[in-house]
């Protein structure tokens, strides 16, 4: 039997199970994995990136979080939207600008 040819169940002759036309995925179905994985490679990015700053710069106390806000990050396989924390060191006067130590 050739390749890509099946025998059909009932019947005695061959038929065609898949042509070039219906093999990988299509276009769309690309985009959508790859807007997946780049959320997930962004996600664990700015994960690796907050948890290197959650200590004071000036003092080395850790960083309390004060609120935060969604951001979005234009790549070239799509925008990302990633929640941004506000962090603040409980050393700073009223918890903004540099620290008192």
Do not use: N, Y
């Not at 009932?10 to 036309?21: C, K, N, W, Y």
């Not at 290197?52 to 309390?64: F, I, K, N, Q, V």
């Amino acid at each position: 039997m050739c390749e890509g040819f099946a025998k059909a169940p009932d019947e005695g002759r061959s038929s065609r199970v898949a042509g070039p036309e219906t093999l990988g995925l299509t276009l769309d179905e690309a985009k959508t994995i790859l807007r997946g994985v780049q959320q997930a490679v962004v996600t664990t990015q700015a994960a690796a990136h907050v948890a290197a700053r959650r200590h004071c710069g000036d003092c080395g106390a850790t960083l309390r979080l004060k609120g935060h806000h969604q951001t979005q990050f234009r790549t070239l396989f799509g925008t990302v939207t990633l929640a941004s924390p506000l962090w603040g060191c409980k050393t700073w006067p009223g918890g903004l600008g540099r620290c008192a130590a």
